[in-house]
């Protein structure tokens, strides 16, 4: 099976799943969010699949690298991250319909990678990616974007969950959500931590300068504020629920401008287009 | 007392948690206007993109270079201040809880908890007394047995120390703001080209600053690596560190792995050629492509300079008059071009007219004859020929020089970043509560209980396995007995 194959199995795969998670929460059938826990994690052995696939087919070709060195492969372990976390609050807090407010975003990558525009040949990597600190970097800045992107579904969750409505009670307890987003956002900085200090290590031994003001490296760091505010706002002086939910849901538009916006604007992470 | 009171403003001024969100919303505020704006560019860029009077306003607040601006130097110094003192201030409130020199337990909190969990055990508290200790002392990192008029009561507490992880997260900004001042005052950070063979022992940062380098780099040699598509693989420079005739050692730099020497940072950053990338002169033969795009037929021809060639499907001869090692066309850089005299026949008889003409082939544009529409597209079927081999070429390397004695404290930030937001996000400070009451009848109550200063949830979790543990130790006790 060749890595394609297995991804567009997955991207069918996590559609399914949301659709399943929705369906299941709007209609209240248990089964349908049963089979979409089932999608999810069928979807997610395609997923790692097509990942170690192409991480093989690398090397056969002679240009041998983790399949983390452009847009594509990213959006690719991105939609990996976030099923993986999910998967794992699922089976930690047993509440399914949590999912019909994360695959969505899983889906959504997939099927931007999927997009033409998107360059998914293997190509080989350019003298400045060639070091170790390239998957520790993308490993843990995807799983710091992950835990904002539950964060933001949670978020948007809560505030339905606020709307008292016909689809807002079998949501879980508003507690339990508010809990829940705060715990993704600790999360998600402690890894965008951890990737902008792998990123100015790396920045250091490529260019030697840990901090360059390059339009990405400000981004992470205006995310890193804006989360920075939402921990103080909630520890200290005790924010929570609707509040959070709305700081969250803009950490996570700062999430994409660092993510996909920035490549608009010229600099050192170019090669990430 | 009016100072103080006044002093007292200032101190509740900086340790305020509503200036540390002001402060972060600022930077992250002007951070976004430092990327949407272009930075470092010339008076009359932004005088024409932003029109007279903001490319004016631009320039006067200094947004064309935002992060080294007076106040987002300020505003960074402002947080550095409200990290101080909010630090200092909650600090002194926490050090006797993590650090206490003396201190009682309040047995009431924890026996009046609402969320207190009781069981019934089965043996005797003189039974459980000893089992109960060795557990719990093992278990908790401090531990504290006394004994009631009713039985006993042990106090523990995990993870004291967590409270200090909050603190680490704000001093290894401290520690990283303090390295990056440093680094800017004491190090540097230039550029120097060197050519292939030469050497040199200073560098000049922007206008007019030299700087000598405590020894002489020398560039021995300096080679590019291609991947079969084309792109760079690699550059590597061969480089010798010397002073005054004392050669120290030569050693290969790449992208990624930078040389370090004596404070003195070396990073492979660009590279140039120092000759031409395409010959000078015609090589000896050229073989040149004839293509009829009716037929689609194609027919390779060898020439040479000022020979006159038959063309193919005796359609006439062809003479290459003239090489250009770089030709410009309606001001178009064309790079080496072949000029050829075209001698083609209009038809296929011996006695048709023959039209003579000037043709231009591009040697790295072999699509550039279809434009002419003529009875053959003309390409150099070996564009390699004519460029100067690898082992003629000369180039130059660039070097990225720089030095920063900051970069320790900047590195132990980081670190200590990491751990403390791990320990402040992840681990709590728990205290807890056991209590065995002997009942009239001789059996006992068992009441368990305790506080953490966060992640509530898991504390009770926590709560219930170790009432559960207790009622092991319990049922164990009873075995034992039973059996003796």
């Known amino acids: 099976m060749s890595s394609s194959l297995a991804l567009s199995i997955t991207t069918f795969m996590y559609g399914a799943a949301a659709c399943a998670y929705i369906c299941g929460w709007i209609f209240k059938k248990n089964y349908l969010n049963l089979s979409g826990t089932y999608l999810t994690i069928i979807a997610i052995v395609f997923n790692t699949a097509g990942i170690i696939i192409r991480w093989i087919s690398s090397y056969e070709m002679g240009i041998g690298h983790a399949p983390l060195s452009n847009l594509y492969e990213s959006l690719v372990f991105f939609s990996w991250t976030i099923a993986v976390i999910y998967i794992s609050i699922e089976y930690r807090y047993k509440h399914r319909t949590i999912g019909a407010f994360v695959l969505p975003l899983a889906f959504l990558s997939l099927s931007y990678a999927s997009l033409p525009t998107v360059n998914n040949s293997i190509q080989p990597l350019i003298p400045a990616l060639k070091s170790n600190w390239l998957i520790a970097h993308v490993f843990t800045c995807f799983l710091g974007y992950a835990g904002f992107a539950l964060a933001f579904g949670l978020s948007i969750m809560f505030l339905i969950k606020t709307k008292d409505n016909a689809f807002s009670h079998i949501l879980p307890e508003t507690g339990m959500i508010d809990e829940l987003i705060y715990q993704m956002i600790m999360f998600g900085f402690l890894f965008l931590t951890a990737g902008i200090i792998t990123g100015a290590v790396w920045a250091n031994s490529a260019w030697g300068a840990y901090w360059s003001w390059d339009p990405k490296e400000t981004w992470s760091l205006i995310t890193w504020f804006i989360y920075a505010i939402v921990i103080h706002a909630r520890l200290m002086r005790g924010w929570s629920g609707k509040r959070i939910s709305w700081i969250s849901i803009i950490g996570f538009a700062a999430v994409l401008f660092t993510y996909f916006g920035v490549n608009l604007l010229p600099g050192l992470h170019s090669y990430a287009k | ?120 055990a089965r043996c005797t508290m003189t039974q459980l007394r000893d089992p109960i200790r060795l557990f719990l002392s093992k278990k908790w990192t401090h531990f504290e047995l006394f ?50 063979g030469e050497s040199t022992n200073h560098l000049v940062i922007g206008q007019n600053q030299k700087i000598e380098l405590p020894f002489t780099i020398q560039c021995d040699d300096f080679s590019v690596s291609y991947y079969d598509n084309g792109t760079p693989s690699e550059f590597k420079s061969i480089l010798t560190l010397k002073r005054d005739n004392n050669t120290f050692f030569t050693r290969p730099i790449l992208v990624n792995h930078p040389l370090r020497y004596e404070g003195i940072n070396i990073f492979q950053s660009s590279y140039g050629l120092l000759t031409a990338e395409y010959r000078q002169k015609l090589p000896e033969t050229v073989v040149l492509f004839f293509q009829n795009p009716k037929t689609r037929l194609s027919y390779p021809v060898k020439g040479k300079l000022n020979e006159r060639v038959p063309l193919p499907e005796g359609k006439g001869f062809f003479t290459i008059q003239n090489y250009q090692a770089s030709y410009r066309f309606s001001g178009h850089h064309l790079g080496p071009t072949l000029t050829l005299l075209l001698e083609i026949k209009s038809g296929n008889k011996s006695d048709d007219t023959v039209m003579p003409q000037l043709v231009m082939i591009p040697v790295q544009y072999p699509k550039f004859d279809h434009m002419r529409q003529g ?30 004695p900051g970069i320790y404290l900047v590195y132990t930030g980081f670190i200590m970043m990491l751990i403390g937001i791990f320990v402040t996000f992840f681990m709590s400070h728990r205290q807890y509560f056991v209590e065995v009451m002997e009942n009239s009848s001789g059996t ?7 506080i953490a200063n966060k992640n509530k949830l898991g504390m009770i979790q926590k709560l219930g396995k170790l009432k559960q543990e207790l009622q092991n130790i319990d049922t164990h006790c009873r075995t034992i007995e039973g059996k003796i």
């Open chain 2, 1 to 120: 007392m009016k100072i103080k009171s006044q002093k007292n403003a200032m101190w509740l001024f900086f340790s305020s948690v509503k200036l540390s969100v002001f402060l972060l919303f600022t930077l992250a505020l002007v951070s976004v206007f430092g990327t949407i704006i272009a930075q470092g560019q010339s008076i009359e860029y932004y005088k024409s993109t932003f029109g007279h009077l903001w490319g004016t306003v631009i320039l006067l607040i200094g947004m064309d270079d935002t992060y080294h601006s007076f106040w987002y130097r300020l505003l960074m110094g402002l947080l550095s201040l409200n990290i101080i003192v909010c630090s200092i201030d909650r600090l002194f409130a926490t050090w006797s809880i993590i650090f206490p020199k003396t201190h009682t337990v309040k047995t009431n909190r924890f026996r009046n908890k609402p969320d207190r969990q009781i069981f019934n």
């Open chain 2, 147 to 196: 004994s009631t008029d009713t039985g006993f009561y042990c106090y523990g507490e995990t993870g004291r120390k967590s409270r200090l992880g909050v603190y680490a997260v704000h001093v290894s900004i401290l520690l990283m703001i303090t390295g990056g001042i440093i680094g800017s005052f004491f190090g540097f950070d230039g550029y120097i080209q060197i050519s292939e």
């Open chain 2, 375 to 404: 009875y053959f597209v003309i390409s150099v079927m070996n564009e390699t020929d004519f460029r100067i081999p690898e082992s003629e070429k000369r180039y130059y390397t660039g070097l990225q020089i720089t030095k920063d």
């Open chain 2, 444 to 450: 006992c109550q068992v009441l368990v209980t305790g």
